[in-house]
């Protein structure tokens, strides 16, 4: 009896995987887009060839100093921006910050850079964000986003990503994981233009 049962599995399993085969290819025969599906299809088409609309518009949101003002990412519009979302107990984070701080002193002129703290009041302070920084002596501006209002707008899921925000606040590229001074600087020349 226990030799059955592998044997009646396998069949049930093939049957399953038959039906399922035999359903797709009847459905699929069957479909028939009308033209209303055919036209919205060649619309994003001729939207996609739009150079403006590769890029994404970068989702506003709003983060505080270190002295609590509100601050906007839409507030930078007209200039390019390095958006980049991090905390003080990530490794990774910590190592691309030296970079960021070098890179930050040679292009603070010609671009803003929004270093994001993402403050969840737990594992993240605020406190606990400053502190690093101070220790550090890094001079980028850092700003806190204690409601997370920027993580949620961007979809953050994982710490170190940075985005790169051209003047006209359109996303060009982001990065997820630690970048270099070399990597951040190529990823600048696209936005600064």
Known sequence: MNRMKPLV???????LIGGAYLAYNTLTDRYQPDSAEIDAVDETREQANDPKDKKPLAPDFIVFDDRGNEVRLSGFKGKPVVLNFWASWCPPCQSEMPHFNQVYGDLKDDVAFMMV???????ETQEKGKQYIAKEGYQFPVYFDTEMSGAMAYGISSIPTTFFINREGYIVTY?????????????IELIKS
């Open 117 to 123: 703290d993402l403050v969840d009041g737990q594992r």
């Open 9 to 15: 599995f396998i069949i049930l399993f093939s049957l």
């Open 175 to 187: 990065y997820q994981g630690p970048l270099d001074s070399e990597t951040l600087k190529s990823a």
